[in-house]
């Protein structure tokens, strides 16, 4: 999917419609697919092109679905693993949307609580609620801190 | 609403509060009705023999009365009942609720979906606001808090009594001394937190180094279930032992906590120390229960 630039760059080709996930952090692009559940077995089209060089992040992952446009939810999730990336809607070959990623205050449902004695991983009718913290993110209910390798962790 | 779930919900002058409230409570000779047309239900899903029945005792001292649910197999949690669905319908039951469940976080979701308050009774390795508000007023009772130096032994990775009151004693500007077997050690996070609200945490390697630095010693029970086998637990069990023999030369205002049941981590000759004050800390559960019951329902 991705062509040698005659001027030196690397390009990848354009979506009519559907989502570019630019500034992803090298090295992130399939812990973003697998966030946004998408898999082998499923249908979308996929570009992605990995540890190409930026001139903001050095390197940086790019990743192009094909008529899917991102849910708000999904954003959140991204923005744990790649604080940088820049989401980009398009529709008929044109950016309509361009947005950044923030990380919420809250994040309910994105992250699984990794203790096993928490309530949030019973049958209860509850979802996980993380508060972000700078040290990493704290559950609302059993208090346990994650701070290493957020990207296990979300469902 | 008014929940008492966490002590990390509390500020000092909060906790400060409701010692002075169990004060009254104790210095009135427990008569008081100021809760005679009330009814609590006490939900325990793990057994307790001091926490439910000092609630139950806290209720019937300010004239109110409780209903209970025992145990897990005698509830319709075995049916598949979710604990939300237990509390919506207690709520339309009872003017407050009682909670002690094995998942931490239990009595935070119970607040979620009760209308009436709810009382944390102890979640899992989680928060028991409720037993650290009496460790509190047993100390305070003796001398003040602010200063003094604390020692926390035993299982302080699994022990939620320890974490509940280290973090309540850190509103105090107390020094905590640590002493655990390896692998039992207070969790990283817990320290770091301690240490983000300015409290100084020094770790010992055995009790006998520290203990005659300290105005509190504060034991808890090491779990024969976190140990492999009987004889790594007898052996970690056996070094942990507070006898008389150790307290030789300890500070004259020495006094030994435990949240009971004990084990075997303190010899009984100590209960004929001046130093021994657990039981007189268990007592205390019923002016403590009927400050934090009256608080919720008045």
Known sequence: MTRKDPSGGLLVSPIRNGTVIDHITAGEALNVLRI??????????????????????????????????????EVDRIALIAPHARINIIRDYH????????IPKVLKGVV?????????????????????????????????LIKNDIASHII | MYHIISIRDFERSDLDYLLDRAEEFDTLGYRSRALEDKLAALLFFEPSTRTRMSFATAMARLGGRWISVDSVEASSIVKGETLADTIRVLSSYADT?????????????????????????GDGAGQHPSQTLLDLYTIRQSMPIDGIDVGLLGDLRYGRTAHSLALALSLYGVT??????????????????????????????????VIRDLDVLYVTRIQRERFPDSAS?????????????????????LMILHPLPRAGEIDPAVDRTPYA??????????????????EVMK
């Open chain 2, 277 to 294: 004050r657990y039981f007189e800390q268990a007592k205390n559960g019923v002016p403590v229960r009927m400050a934090l019951l009256h």
């Open chain 2, 97 to 121: 609720i009682v909670l002690r469940h094995p998942k931490e976080g239990a009595a935070r979701l119970a607040s979620e979906f009760a209308t009436v308050p709810v009382i944390n009774a």
């Open chain 1, 36 to 73: 946004l559940g998408i898999t082998g077995s499923t249908r979308e089209c996929l570009s992605i092109a990995t540890n190409v060089e930026s001139k903001r992040l050095g390197k940086k992952d790019i990743v192009k679905i094909e008529n899917r446009e991102l849910r708000t939810e």
């Open chain 1, 95 to 102: 950016v309509a949307e361009k947005k950044g990623v923030e």
């Open chain 2, 176 to 209: 905590l001394h640590t002493i655990a077997p390896g692998g039992l050690e207070m969790p990283a996070n817990i320290t770091l937190e301690l240490r983000e609200r300015g409290t100084e945490v020094i770790e010992h390697a055995d009790v006998e180094e």
């Open chain 1, 112 to 144: 699984r609580c990794p203790n096993p004695g928490c309530i949030t991983n019973t049958n209860e009718p509850v979802a996980s609620t993380f508060e972000v913290l700078d040290k990493g993110l704290h559950c609302l209910y059993c208090d346990w």
């Open chain 2, 233 to 253: 637990y007898y052996n970690v069990a056996s070094s942990y032992r507070i006898t008389p023999d150790l307290l030789t030369g300890v500070r004259e205002n």
